[in-house]
């Protein structure tokens, strides 16, 4: 006959790490309206939220050829601006863009650094009948970038890919694998 050890065993607690502050900063252009929906969105499921005095765009993420603002340099702007334990997203209502694939000026949504500690989300490309909504998403779905959260294959989940298109009305929620993960960076949800 087997029995089992009287040995215990020492089970390792995964470690939480503190929570971050994410901080909103808003760029000039964006309406104190908009900047006060999303960040009343984002501290429903995330409370350690502060709102910046809105600022000028860096003026190096100005793309003259598009009339735009690349995201990519703007992230980079962000970040450098962003100390440990904080994570800055800029909102704005101009058009921006990043390289993707071949295409060296892609007009996008959002960009966020994943893991990292800055993302933007942009008002542009939204539909007018509920873009407060659909700019929380794309907020939403930065924040989950910075977190090290990647695309989501669910089509219902905020982290989808985007694929070019505005796929935000389609979203409903994080599914509960990308919820779960964020529950475990500090964010709260009411249920999973």
């Known amino acids: 006959m087997f029995s089992c050890s009287e040995k215990k065993i020492a089970v390792e607690e995964p470690e939480q790490k503190?929570?971050?502050t994410i901080l909103i900063l808003p760029f000039r252009d964006i309406k104190p309206e908009k900047v006060e929906t999303v960040a009343a969105g984002i501290k429903k499921i995330y409370p350690n939220v502060k709102v910046l005095e809105v600022i000028d765009f860096p003026e190096n993420a100005y793309y003259r050829e598009r009339n735009r603002y690349r995201a990519d340099s703007t992230?980079?702007?962000l970040n450098s601006r962003t100390r440990e334990g904080f994570v800055t997203i800029g909102l704005t209502s101009k058009d921006i863009s990043a390289t993707k694939g071949k295409i060296k000026d892609f007009g996008?949504?959002?960009l966020g650094y994943r893991p990292g500690k800055a993302c933007v989300a942009s008002s542009f490309r939204l539909s007018r009948e509920n873009s407060d909504e659909q700019f929380y998403k794309i907020?939403?779905?930065e924040l989950g970038?910075?977190?090290g959260l990647p695309h989501c294959p669910e089509k219902m989940c905020f982290m989808r890919?985007?694929?070019g298109k505005n796929p935000t009305n389609e979203e409903t929620d994080f599914c509960k694998k990308c919820k779960t993960f964020l529950i475990s960076k500090n964010w709260k949800f009411s249920s999973i």
């Open 145 to 147: 970038h910075t977190q």
């Open 108 to 110: 996008i949504m959002g």
């Open 161 to 163: 890919d985007a694929e």
């Open 139 to 141: 907020a939403i779905h």
């Open 75 to 77: 992230i980079k702007f």
């Open 18 to 20: 503190p929570a971050i």
